[in-house]
């Protein structure tokens, strides 16, 4: 047995350290340690209780937004006014988070995720099993810039590269309303600060033309289908087919856009854009059984779960209020554009209840309140330097608590908002996979998930911005700290990575008595629990391969896999397919031999 | 970086911790404490920019109520010290450069790596919080360029969000805040908080946020200036602003009252 450590592996608000036990190429046992604590949950007692939605977003810059609104969600429940906030202060809080959503997405997909299937491994093995050209599209769409294979530096890709500019696009419309971003600054208690003019519609209109552009193009392949090249209705056009259908229908109607395209011509121009790519050669079921390819990257095999309720759970906070005056901060089923709601590890849906939510510390460097409701949650740290250690797996090894719905661990993200909603192709294809043996969520679904729901957002952000939106409207409804007093409010949303929570309780000046953050990357990446439940992250790279060659060629054992450890591309896919934050580097210590190496991901 | 390689510029993202107990274990990377990190690198660079309010005066992590001794290369909020130490000079003879905010504009790192690069570092001008002046005026706040000024001066002063004018009584820090947000603009110099009808919340001054907090309350309503030296930085602003104040207010009366 040979212990890999991956430290780092940064996440949203720091960094994250991946300890992997590996027997026979297979992960055997894992670890998640989030090795970084800075207390805004002390910072914020006693503080006006408006400065928390400026604040919060500081905890992260990636998706700074989703803090800004889920506080103030806190706060217009706090304040007792989430009911009078004016629509078109909520259409303006929607067409911002989407707008991070997107680029938040587009950025994990291009900038931070696909890069690794560049990783030089695939070279070696796609060239072994005669799949050279397919290798060929992936360096020459995915590689990050400063690459370099055997030695040879590899220019960066042509999707890597046409996919930055329109991040930056991305946060220029949100600088529109939100005045710069990141840490955009319009969200507020009462509804927002900036008051749009038809100029400002026309201008976000003009960047969303563009984004399109490149979806139809580089992620999409519409064009080349011959399906549309208009920008404006390639959302329309896609969501035709894989969403406003049932969900086998969404299913078939992707296999016979696959089952179409060429297999001896992979170029963007014969139809393999980036997601076609992604959707045939990253799974075993969907590229190998199903469209009989002669192999696959078989990301379906990795970051799965057993098919347990207890073990695991799918959990979404609902997002993105509902066109009308006011919204329930509760966040009933139904209520919000993608809904609420708690599906168990075998897909069975019930109604949520923010009433459930707990954390545990018993593995958290934490000294008090286990398995609290974040209304009473604590955040007292270890004060003493002996006890922060992260060899240790029956003492504490990790900075983040260990939330729990029901006592069940719970992925969130694009995944479980998906299944959650029953969004017809991402719950069509969960169910193929269980049907057939594999685990329903898994690093290959993660990743369509939030792809489709880029494109699901995209065409509900043109009817925010060109219907919805009245420049005319009502921006903002009267807030006054007086309202503030002796009250606790709960905001309910979710950032691009999954369920984010705000509680907060006011005392009787209006201040900030107890204010708690649960964010998405400790849902995902929590250590284990009082009742030694493993966390998400850590369930998940159970069982998958460590590395590319026994992933991929398992049965074929044409490449030694002596070199699996030094380059455990499982424990990458499955890691970053949660979207934790950028990985500059990497360092992979292999305790068998006691040999340590560097390696460059970014 | 083991210890033999000089370093030509060290850019340092992020508030260093000093707990629990001076080990620096409340952040690590890669096993290792990050102060221990910062500290060596910081040994063989020519030049150590700090980016960000976290790394330069310590920011939020070292706000009131942290317990984790998190603060700036060198500075805790305004006071000198932090990670480094008040007398620590990189080898090009120059403190650490601090290039604050919350986040610190783009331009602002950028063109200072590029005027270390181009052979300008000798020429960076700092304040007494180590801030380039080219970016952070000593002499100048936001305020004397926003895109409300004009409110301001003809005393239409907002209580209400969303009404379109100064927003001075709802809070905003921009009056003693000294960046050039107003002229440079953010994102593709496209837009700025004020003119989105968001107060300025002093982002990029030392000791933020405790000393532009709260936020949404009029300065001179504020408690405690924790940090923030009136006398020595925005006297000359908030007294011309008054008097500017003043006299267009009482023109203003004169004419409705001709």
Known sequence: ?602 | MTGEKPLGVLVIEGAIADGPEGSGKYTTVGGKPFKEMVQRCAAKASYVVAFGMCATYGGIPAARGSVTDNMGAQFLQTTKGGILGAGYTSGAGLPVVNIPGCPAHPDWIMLTLAAIILGKGGLIELDEYNRPTAFFPPDYTIHENCPRRGFYDIGQLDTEFTEGHCLWKLGCKAPYTHADCATRLWNNHLNMCTQAGSPCIGCVQPGFPDSTSPFYVEMEKVPTLVGVDINTIAKAAIGAAAIGVGAHAARRIGMKEE
């Open chain 1, 1 to 602: 047995m040979a212990t890999v450590v991956v430290d780092p592996l940064t996440r949203i608000e720091g960094h994250l350290r991946l300890t992997a036990e590996v027997s026979d190429g297979v992960i055997t046992n894992a670890h998640s340690s989030g090795t970084m604590y800075r207390g805004f949950e002390q910072i914020l007692k006693g503080r006006d209780p408006r400065d928390a939605s400026r604040i919060t977003q500081r905890i992260c810059g990636v998706c700074p937004t989703g803090h800004a609104m889920t506080s103030v969600n806190a706060l217009d429940d706090a304040f007792g006014l989430a009911e009078y906030i004016p629509k078109d202060a909520l259409v303006v809080r929607n067409i911002v988070q989407c707008l991070n959503t997107i680029a938040s997405h587009a950025t994990h997909i291009y900038v931070l995720w696909l890069l690794d299937l560049a990783n030089p491994a695939y070279k070696t093995i796609l060239e072994t099993i005669n799949l050279k050209p397919v290798w060929d599209e992936l360096v020459g769409r995915f590689a990050p810039i400063s690459h370099s294979i055997e030695g040879k530096a590899v220019p960066p890709g042509s999707s890597y590269l046409a996919a930055i500019p329109e991040k930056k696009a991305l946060q220029e419309a949100i600088a529109v309303f939100g005045g710069k971003m990141p840490i955009q600054m319009t969200s507020i208690v009462g509804g927002v600060t900036c008051t749009p003019t038809v100029a400002d519609i026309g201008r976000i209109a003009s960047y969303y033309v563009r984004v399109m552009e490149f979806v139809n193009h580089y992620v999409l392949g519409l064009d080349a289908l011959g399906i549309t090249s208009d920008p404006l209705e390639t959302a329309d056009k896609w969501l035709e087919l894989t969403h406003d259908v049932s969900k086998d229908k969404a299913v078939a109607n992707v296999l016979d856009i696959l089952g179409g395209l060429p297999t001896d011509d992979f170029s963007r121009a014969a139809g393999w854009s980036d997601v076609a790519l992604l959707a045939a050669f990253g799974s075993e079921l969907i590229g190998e059984t199903l469209l009989g390819l002669p192999a696959s990257l078989k990301f379906d095999t990795i970051g799965g779960y057993p098919v347990d309720p207890t073990k695991i759970g799918f959990l979404s906070y609902g997002v993105f209020y509902a066109i009308k005056e006011g919204y329930d901060p509760t966040s009933p089923k139904g209520e919000r554009f993608i809904t609420s709601g708690f599906t168990s590890g075998d897909l069975k849906y019930e109604e949520f209840n923010h009433h459930n939510v707990t954390e545990h510390v018993a593995h958290s460097f934490y000294t008090s309140g286990n398995d609290l409701h974040p209304w009473g949650g604590e955040t007292e740290p270890v004060k003493t330097t002996a006890t922060i250690k992260y060899d240790d797996p029956a003492a504490k090894y990790s900075w983040l608590k260990a939330p729990r719905y029901k006592q069940i661990p719970c992925e969130v993200g694009p995944l479980a908002r998906m299944i959650n909603a029953k969004e017809p192709l991402v719950t069509g294809l969960a169910e193929t996979f269980l049907a057939n043996c594999y685990s329903p969520a898994n690093v290959y679904t993660r990743m369509l998930a939030r792809a489709q729901e880029t494109i699901i957002l995209a065409r509900e952000l043109k009817k925010w911005v060109l219907v919805d939106l009245d420049s005319n409207g009502k921006f903002y409804t009267h807030a006054d700290l007086s309202m503030a007093k002796n009250s606790q409010g709960v905001g309910l949303w979710e950032a691009p990575r999954g369920a984010l929570g705000h509680w907060i309780v006011t005392d009787g000046a209006s201040k900030i008595a107890n204010y708690q953050p649960v964010v998405p990357s400790t849902w995902n990446l929590c250590p284990r629990d009082t009742n030694g439940k493993l966390g998400p992250v850590e369930l998940a790279l159970v069982g998958s391969k460590v590395g590319p060659v026994g992933n991929v060629l398992s049965t074929l054992g044409a490449i030694p896999l002596s070199k699996e450890n030094e380059n455990p591309t499982g424990i990458f896919h499955v890691g970053r397919s949660f979207d934790p934050c950028i990985a500059c580097a990497v360092h992979t210590i292999d305790m068998n031999t006691n040999k340590k190496y560097e390696l460059r991901i970014l």
